[in-house]
Structures are given as C-alpha cells and as structure tokens.
C-alpha cells in the first residue's frame, strides 16, 4: 500500500490536543471555503482580495496538517504531537495571518523587498513543501525542487532549455506573492470551488447515498452472470463521479464489491483489477472529474458545463469496455449471478432511496441551465442532501447535527492535502512563468516530435504515465496541463482535445505499473498479487489508452465541432468497435473464440473505433472493420448453436 492511500484511510482523530486541534482546524477550513461558495463574505459586506482570503485558509491547512500529519508515515495515526510540530503549526497559522492582513502593502512593495516579505515567503515555502511531503510523499516534493533547483541553473544550459537568470530570494518572493505563483488560480480552485464538492461527498456517504447506490447496483446487477463485478462497475462509477478521489471510491465499494467477486468466482487479480479501473474511472466521469474539471475550465476560459459534455463520451465508452469486460470474463469463467438471497428487491431499494437522485438533478440544473458557479451549484445539492437525510435518509442512515458536524471537520481534514497539492502546483507554475522554463519545454518537447502530430502524442502519452506515477489527481493533471498541452496546441491539437488528452494518459499511472497506486491499494484488499493486478488493470483499462489519441484527432468524441449525424455516428461504431475489442481481448464472444477469431474480432473492433471524419480513408476502415466483426459475430453464432461441433479453442 502505497503512503498516500494510507494516509487518506486515515479517520480523523478523536479526543486529545490532536482531535481538538483537527477539530476546530478542520470545520474552520470546510466553513471557510463553503462560505465562500455561498457568498457569504460579501453578503455581509467584507471586502478583501481573494489572495488575502487564500492566505488565512493556507495557514490553517499548514497548522493542521502539521498537527495531525506524523514525520513519518510509518509511525502511524498522531495521537501525541511532539513540541516542535506545535512550533511548526502555530508558525504555519501565525504565517497565513500575518500574509492575510499584510497582503495588498506587501504586494506594493513586491520589487523593494522588504525583510517581512523575504521572511514570509521564505517561511510559506519551506512549510508547504514540508506540508507536501507528509501529505502526499516524496514524488510531488521531488518534482518541484527539480524544477526549483533547474530553475536556478537553467540560464547556464545551452539549447531550448536554457532558462532567464533569476537569483533564489527573488524567485521565493515571486512565488509567494505574485498571482502567477503560491496564491493562484490552482489553489483558488482547491480552496473554493473543491472544498464544497468534498462536503456534497461526505454529506451524500453520511446520509444513506453511498449505500443507495451500493444496493441499485446490486438490485440492477446481481441477477446477471458476472453480477458481482456489474456491481462493482455500476456502483464505483455511480460514487466516483461525485468523489473523485481513486482510494476513497476503493475504500467506500471495493471493501464490499470485491469480497463479493471473489466468492463468485473471480480471480483475486481480476477483482482487485476490475474494482480498481471502476474506481479510476471516476475521475474521469463528470460531474466532478476528481475536482480537474473546474480546473480545466478555467484554464481553457471555458465555461464547466462545455468541460463536462466533452469528457461524457469518452468516459462512458471507458465504462462500456469495462462492462463488457466483466461479463465477458464471467461468461468465460461459468461465473453466475449473485444468490438471491443477497439481492434486494429494485423497487424496494427505489422506493427507501429515489430522493437521493435530486441532489444530482439540483447539482446539474443549476450548473447547466442556471449558469451559476460549480462552488454555488455544489452549495445547492449541499442543501437537497442536507434535507433529504435529515427528514428521510436511507434505512436506517439518518443526517444529525452532529453528524454534519463530523462532515464539517472530514472535509477540512481531507482537504487539507488537496490544499498543500494545491499550493505545490502553484509552486511549479510560477516557476516556468517567471524562468520561461514553460515556453523553452514547449519547443523542446516539438523539436523532439518533429512537428510529428503523432509522434509528439506518443511521447506526450509516454509522460503523462510517466510523470503522473505517485502523485495525487490535481497535481498529476496540473503539472501535465502546463508541461505538455501548450507542445500540444503548439502542433495543431486543440485545446480541449489537448487537455483531455493529457487527463485521461495521467490518471492511467494510477492503473499502470510500476506504481499502479489503484492496482496495489486494490490488490491489498483482495489479496492479490500487486503486480498481476497492475497488468489485469491495465487491460480492463484499454480505452483510456486508446480513446484519447482518437479523440485529439476527431472532435466528435468530444462532442464538438461536427454535425450531430457526425457524432451519433462516431458514437455507435466506437460502441460496437469496444465490444469486439473486448472479446477479442478476452476471448469469448457468444462462445470461447480459437486464437484466430480474437485476431479479426480485435482487428476489426480497432478498424470500427476510428471516428469516421478523422482522416480521409477512415470511412474505408469502418467498413472493413465492420466486415470483420459481421464475420467474427457469423461464426461465433454459427459455433454457439445447440448440436454444432465445437473445437478446443487455442488460449
């Protein structure tokens, strides 16, 4: 198990220095942020700038993280905090006052270089990239110190990567002031637009959603073959939509669905697998994309809702592929429904728990068709959710004071790390502004392409999965999307195709070994093999590989550009194409297929996912595609009639 999923398995802590420290931190960060997505500071007529206001909540992240977060992560959940983490954490909360108060006359004297503003940023520097490492490990830390460190010698390379000349205090005083840097877009983002999302989260779980979804899946599934991994597929999708966070939706349905899979006959690999690219998945699906789409939005001066149509498509395609998967596989295997005894009744489930699609219809009316602002449309679904548990819930799930209190101090808590990943983007993206480190990577990474469209995404995919390996969803997204989109964009790719394509290769580290984080935290609950599950992952998972280059070449996956016929075409043949891949990959289609007949089966499913309006002969392959799968679907029916002979296919 890797340190950051212990670490987000971490309760709070209850009782003690420690509980009440994360306690009041905790609920101060979560009212924070969702009062500001209320409106409420200007509602009572307080005025300041929105820098000031990210100062105070990144001193009280810096405190609480400093109290609960041990030195080392072997050591464990906190109970005692030793003298010099108190230091650290009134420090850190003295710090973000300080900055708070002081930001508009430091500020204006940005270039004179006050001994106060050399100190604070200094001080804000050295706590974050601490904060960092006790939040989410060594990868992040070791990815902005290298660019920290070639930031500062980047003038003495030759070549395209030779960067300005900037001295080291001139450099943390640019990151700690300018918008470009610590207090920008990326941290205003996690602070509050992400925090009322977490909170709609814990409020959704807390009273009865979580489990809602749990027993729809199940009621709609079970009765199926394979109905176990349907399960899994269904409810993670479901969950992970709103959550967004790979080891949480793991947490919250893998401890239930993959047991389950288990007992009904799958693999240990295969069920860890199956679980854990469900679970990937989520941040892929919208609405809330692992908190990356409202970032997206603002990178692109798009509005959420031209993000969230863009990104449908691709992730329903991702979770079609793997629902064939599993019912292939389970067809395979002679895997059998769920018993009866475990299956609730579907209208009971409906009848106990049909409120708790109304957030979601509250959630995407007012996102869509309101046009208000994702942290006040998250406000309102935070309103549904709060009467619908508090008057109904599900079973014998009910809201209380108290309980909404506890969501209140979990969802500062756990945003107390997207803060400290936060801040780190920040970090990264003032130094490739102020060094030109960002332009010199875009002509070097072009240069290595050769002006080569493919080319150039093959080694941009190559580095998503590359750079996005142990870190966290924002962080991997933000550091691709500053990186690798503007080489991208630079050789025609559009930006919405360039974004997209860099979000679906990053959250595929996640499912790809050597450090398949989802994988091994999946494989730990099954009692897998950690690396077979990475390589099972990585096959459920193929449509992320695959959809994305298609997508950067043809609009119509994104919904964009094209005419509706257009995209209802390339929708259908991509539908049809998935499923042959996919049973060419497992090799059962209406019956086990001979070596042979996966090769066509595959062949042709490839020939029909190529969007028809992608190149010129692209039309001719969808036809000889759709030749080939006729033939396969011709033989697998012919082979799977009662009385026909059947031959021992080659495995």
């Keep these: 198990m890797t340190m950051q999923a212990e670490r987000e398995l971490e309760a709070p802590p209850e009782g003690g220095a420690v509980g009440v420290a994360s306690t009041v931190l905790g609920a101060a960060i ?90 604070v940023t200094w001080l804000l520097f050295v706590l974050v990239i601490e904060g960092l490492r006790r939040c989410s490990g060594w990868p992040l830390v070791i990815v902005v110190m290298a660019f920290f460190l070639y930031a500062l010698v980047g003038h003495h390379v030759g070549g395209s990567l030779q960067t300005r000349e900037v001295g080291v205090n001139d450099m943390v005083i640019y990151l700690g002031l300018d918008t470009s840097g610590l207090f920008g877009l990326v941290l205003l983002i996690g602070v509050t637009v992400v925090i009322p999302f977490v909170f709609f989260g814990q409020l959704l779980s807390s009273s009865g959603g979580a489990a809602f979804f749990n027993d729809i899946s199940l009621a709609l599934m079970g009765r199926f073959r394979g109905g176990a991994a349907k399960i899994s597929v269904l409810a993670s999708s479901l969950f992970g939509s709103i959550n967004g966070i790979v080891v949480s939706n793991i ?118 068709w309101l046009n208000r602002e994702p942290e006040n449309a998250a406000i309102y679904a935070c309103v549904t959710v709060l009467a619908i548990g508090f008057v109904f819930g599900y ?177 259908s043949t991509a539908i049809v194409g998935v499923w042959f891949v996919s049973a060419g990959m497992i090799g059962y289609g209406l019956r086990r297929m001979p070596a042979q007949w996966r090769i066509v089966s595959t062949v042709g499913g490839f020939l029909l996912l190529m969007p028809p309006e992608m190149t010129g002969w692209a039309w001719m392959a969808n036809v000889v595609g759709f030749g080939l799968a006729a033939a396969v679907f011709a033989a697998e029916y012919v082979s799977s009639r009662p009385g026909a002979a059947r031959s021992a296919p080659a495995e």
């Design 251 to 368: 947490l919250a349905t893998g401890v239930i669905t993959i047991p389950m899979m288990k007992k009904s006959g799958f693999r240990p690999e295969h069920s860890a697998a199956i679980e854990a690219s469900a679970s990937n998945g989520g941040q892929l699906m919208p609405p809330v994309m692992g908190a990356v789409a409202f970032l997206m939005a603002d990178f692109l001066q798009i509005s959420y809702a031209d993000v969230a149509i863009a990104a449908l498509v691709p992730s329903l395609l991702y979770y079609l592929a793997l629902f064939i998967q599993a019912d292939l596989e389970a067809a395979k295997g002679g895997i059998l429904r769920v018993p009866s005894s475990e299956i609730p009744r579907l209208l009971k489930v409906i009848a106990a728990g049909w409120l708790f699609f109304l957030p979601f219809a509250v959630l995407i009316y007012a996102l869509f």
């Design 395 to 571: 079973g014998t799930w009910r809201l209380t004071p108290k309980e909404v209190w506890n969501c209140l101090v979990r969802t500062g808590v756990s945003s107390a790390d997207i803060i400290m990943i936060a801040a780190a983007a920040g970090f990264i993206m003032g130094i490739l502004q102020i060094t030109g480190l960002g332009f010199a990577l875009t002509l070097f990474l072009v240069t290595l392409g050769a002006g080569n469209i493919l080319l150039l995404l093959v080694i941009a995919a190559f580095l998503c999965i590359l750079l996005g390996m142990g870190m966290p969803t924002l962080g991997v997204y933000v550091l691709l999307a500053v990186l690798i989109v503007p080489a991208l964009v630079e050789v025609g790719v559009t930006p919405l195709a360039a974004h997209m394509f860099v979000l679906y290769l990053g959250m595929m580290s996640f499912v790809t070994p050597p450090v398949a984080i989802a994988a091994f935290f999946a494989a730990n609950i099954a009692r897998a093999d950690p690396m077979k599950t990475g390589w099972a992952s990585m096959r459920f998972s193929w449509t992320a590989y695959i959809i994305p280059f298609l997508f950067v070449f043809s609009p119509s996956l994104l919904m964009q550009g094209t005419s509706w016929t257009a995209i209802l075409l390339s929708i």
């Design 30 to 119: 979560a009212m924070a942020g969702i009062a500001w997505g209320a409106d409420l500071y200007r509602q009572l007529g307080w005025n300041f700038l929105a820098e000031q206001f990210l100062a105070v909540v990144l001193g009280m992240a810096l405190a609480l993280v400093y109290t609960v977060r041990p030195f080392r992560a072997s050591d464990g959940p906190r109970i005692h905090v030793p003298w010099h983490d108190w230091t650290l954490a009134a420090l850190s909360l003295a710090t973000g006052l300080y900055m708070g108060w002081s930001y508009p006359r430091m500020l204006g004297e940005f270039f004179n270089a006050p001994w106060d503003v050399l100190i």
